[in-house]
């Protein structure tokens, strides 16, 4: 796992080296669009909310929280030896996931990427049971089999992180279709990166949804870089969200500062996949704090860049919008110790977990009588 974790970071460095000379030579950015880190941004709209609504902002702000920390954890554990193969943190797109999730049902169903950890804890997963995967451990979601790329959780529909770019996206579709075939009133919501627009399953994917009128909602999370390439430098129109008129789909294009505003846009196409049975096409606009792996040093970005970003941080607006709402800060803390503690008690439960054995390889290999 080591040598292939080497290898991707090879080919990130390809990116900075000799591929890059050529890649120079030619006209990059067909479309001549402003680069997107200068696009305006909407000013903060934080208004006067009911206590409600500062109870649910409160909710999510400690789904981002704890999906910051249940990362950072990952990424020590990484550092230590104790996570083997690739690990791809979420830190600084959290706002996607849990705004998103936060507009489902617990029954609707979430499939996606690789960069899957904070997905699956916004959709319900444990935190022992995922840092326990990444442990390797048998207590973890797929039995420590998986690891950080295919976190799997039946009981909360959470239908895995897939490590092929795009080829989870027909998959999507099919489950979508399933749930209109079985009149089960159920949403799919399909995440992916804006590295998967350019593959075919995407195209596939899109297609089948528009053409079946499947209840389904695409979320590409533009996280401005595929690996060490920036989007300017793979697609000759960086409006990603423009891929859904061919399709005669819905499409929405938004920056993913406020979580509220994440879950009331995605709130939207689902409640337009559930009672009108029509997909949507939505492309959120965010940004990855960390490398695309933690093989990757991120040369290929500066670091006003990254400041820039941080500076935006959801989890830092969502923390001051519930002080602005009137949260008291000693209420905040409670609630970030919380978080710490059963952060603390996920690692340890990772930690002291066995190693799985032997005897469980066929009852996961095979179905029937030997099916686990
Ligand atoms: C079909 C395929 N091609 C290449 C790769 C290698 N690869 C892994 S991640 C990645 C970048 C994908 O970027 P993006 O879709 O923007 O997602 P992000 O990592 O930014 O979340 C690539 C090229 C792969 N896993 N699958
Ligand atoms: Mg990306």
Redesign the pocket.
Known sequence: MRNEERS?SQ?EGGDRGGTRTRLALLPMQANSQVPLTSEPRPPPTMQPRPKEDVDHLAKLYRQMFLIRRVEEESARGYAEGKIGGFL?LYIG?EAVGVGAIAALRPDDYVIT???DHGIALAKGMSPRALLAELFGKATGCSRGLGGSMHMFDREHNMLGGY?????HIPLAAGVAFASKYREDGRVTLCF??????S?GGFHEGLSLAALWKLPIVFIC???????G?P?SRSMSVEDVSLKAPGYGMERDRFFADDVLEVERRIGDAVRRAREESAPTLIEVRTY?FRG??MSDPAKYRTQAELDEHKQRDSLGRARSGLIEQGMAEARIDALEKAVEAEVADAVKFAHESPEPTLDILESTTYSGPFAY
């Open positions: 991707e080919d791809h797109q990427t690789y960069r490590g092929i770019v795009g080829g992916f990166g804006e590295g998967a627009v593959i999370e533009n996280n401005e870089y595929s690996m390439t989007l990855r695309h792996s």
